[in-house]
């Protein structure tokens, strides 16, 4: 979940309840199919990778600053798009190579026969995505009859109907109105919505600026949001040593960080185009996955750190809703065989 675009003056443009997606100066091209290369000398047509305002994707901006994806001579344009739910469109329809995005946005494509595989998870949202409510309502319950707003079938519509379901509650006992992340967080400021359902950097300004609070977010239902590079099946079939390089140099970025946390950082919000104390902040929300835990998120499971079991359980509460006509087998769809590759290699 999943502008997710943090810009400078964010808080002006949400107080007039202005749309954000036409923003300019983002280092990648938005929703147009064309971005930027990796640089010269990688080999082969450019792999269209494409990413939204979420803080775990932005390490795809480090990945291209230090030159990674060159160290792999694997040429990829990063494409950028301000709304999330127009990615899944353009990975759906073929007009990008490759999404990152959640695993319960890759459920529908996938129950529809789209051919997708998940080969690397880049972050578990841990508190990234949440229910921020004006001051005066207690609790998920008081939510009854107020007007919430999120987008219809992303993630955070599924975290909302995850939250009233622990509250007993369905979504027809609220009035729930469809809007994109970009246009809620602004109108839930504005004074225009009781709650609303957001993930950053959206969510920290809906309780900054709106004077809100957080009832209820992905940290309360750890694992769930799992966030994810997902491939159309014919590209990782056409070019598998590619994408192998892709997931290296990934994980070459976050040796990086480790290694030089403020540079890495710094590189991160500016391609975020935000303060580096808000990119900090908004970082802090999701856990970053790193090899091992690539490793155990692709094993079988009984629990929500397994990939197969979330899949499972997602699947089957998205069907009682009706916003699946079926629940997907996922086998195929995760592709563990880069991770196992790389961790031998790199002997783990």
Same mark, same amino acid.
């Given at each position: 979940?999943?502008?997710?675009?943090?810009?400078?003056?964010?808080t002006?443009?949400?107080?007039?309840a202005?749309?954000?997606?036409?923003?300019?100066?983002?280092?990648?091209?938005?929703?147009?199919g064309?971005?930027?290369?990796?640089?010269?000398?990688?080999?082969g047509?450019?792999?269209?990778?494409?990413?939204s305002?979420?803080?775990?994707?932005?390490?795809?901006?480090?990945?291209?600053?230090?030159?990674?994806?060159?160290?792999?001579?694997?040429?990829?344009?990063?494409?950028?798009?301000?709304?999330?739910?127009?990615?899944?469109?353009a990975?759906?329809?073929?007009?990008?190579?490759?999404?990152?995005?959640?695993?319960?946005?890759?459920?529908?494509?996938?129950?529809?026969?789209?051919?997708? %595989?998940?080969?690397?998870?880049?972050? /578990?949202?841990? *508190?990234?995505?949440? #229910?921020?409510? $004006?001051? @005066?309502? +207690?609790? !998920?319950?008081?939510?009854?009859?107020?007007?919430?707003?999120?987008?219809l079938?992303?993630?955070?519509?599924?975290?909302?109907?995850?939250?009233?379901?622990?509250?007993?509650m369905?979504?027809?006992?609220? %009035?729930?109105?469809?809007m994109?992340? /970009?246009?809620? *967080?602004?109108?839930? #400021?504005?004074? $225009?919505? @009781?709650? +609303?359902? !957001?993930?950053?950097?959206?969510?920290?300004?809906?309780?900054?600026?709106?004077?809100?609070?957080?009832?209820?977010?992905?940290?309360?239902?750890?694992?769930?949001?799992?966030?994810?590079?997902?491939?159309?099946?014919?590209?990782?079939?056409?070019?598998?040593?590619?994408?192998?390089?892709? #997931?290296?140099?990934?994980? @070459?970025a976050?040796?990086?960080?480790?290694?030089?946390?403020?540079?890495?950082?710094?590189?991160?919000?500016?391609?975020?185009?935000?303060?580096?104390?808000?990119?900090?902040?908004?970082?802090?929300?999701?856990?970053?996955?790193?090899?091992?835990?690539?490793?155990?998120?692709?094993?079988?499971?009984?629990?929500?750190?397994?990939?197969?079991?979330?899949?499972?359980?997602?699947?089957?509460?998205?069907?009682?809703?009706?916003?699946?006509?079926?629940?997907?087998?996922?086998?195929?769809?995760?592709?563990?065989?880069?991770?196992?590759?790389?961790?031998?290699?790199?002997?783990?």
């Amino acid at each position: 979940m999943k502008n997710r675009k943090w810009i400078i003056g964010w808080t002006v443009a949400a107080l007039l309840a202005m749309l954000l997606s036409g923003c300019a100066g983002k280092p990648a091209t938005e929703a147009t199919g064309s971005g930027q290369n990796a640089g010269t000398g990688a080999s082969g047509e450019p792999i269209k990778l494409a990413l939204s305002p979420w803080p775990g994707w932005f390490v795809w901006y480090l990945v291209k600053e230090k030159g990674f994806f060159e160290k792999h001579n694997v040429n990829v344009e990063l494409v950028w798009f301000p709304v999330y739910s127009d990615s899944l469109a353009a990975l759906s329809t073929g007009k990008v190579d490759a999404n990152s995005q959640t695993l319960s946005d890759t459920l529908a494509p996938v129950s529809k026969g789209i051919p997708l %595989k998940a080969v690397l998870v880049n972050d /578990n949202s841990n *508190g990234g995505d949440g #229910i921020v409510v $004006k001051p @005066d309502i +207690a609790d !998920l319950a008081a939510l009854k009859g107020k007007q919430v707003a999120t987008e219809l079938g992303t993630v955070d519509h599924l975290l909302m109907l995850t939250g009233l379901d622990r509250a007993g509650m369905k979504e027809e006992d609220v %009035k729930y109105t469809n809007m994109t992340v /970009n246009d809620a *967080g602004p109108a839930f #400021i504005a004074g $225009k919505l @009781d709650a +609303a359902v !957001l993930w950053e950097p959206f969510l920290s300004k809906a309780l900054q600026e709106g004077k809100g609070k957080l009832l209820f977010s992905s940290k309360d239902t750890p694992g769930l949001i799992p966030d994810l590079l997902v491939f159309r099946e014919d590209v990782v079939n056409n070019r598998s040593d590619d994408v192998k390089h892709i #997931i290296e140099a990934w994980f @070459d970025a976050l040796d990086y960080w480790k290694a030089n946390p403020e540079e890495s950082l710094q590189i991160m919000a500016k391609a975020a185009e935000t303060p580096l104390a808000d990119y900090k902040a908004g970082v802090e929300s999701v856990k970053i996955f790193q090899l091992a835990d690539n490793l155990k998120a692709f094993q079988p499971g009984t629990d929500f750190t397994s990939l197969s079991y979330t899949a499972q359980k997602t699947g089957e509460f998205l069907k009682g809703l009706d916003m699946l006509s079926s629940i997907p087998q996922t086998d195929s769809l995760f592709d563990s065989r880069y991770i196992e590759e790389i961790a031998k290699e790199r002997g783990q």
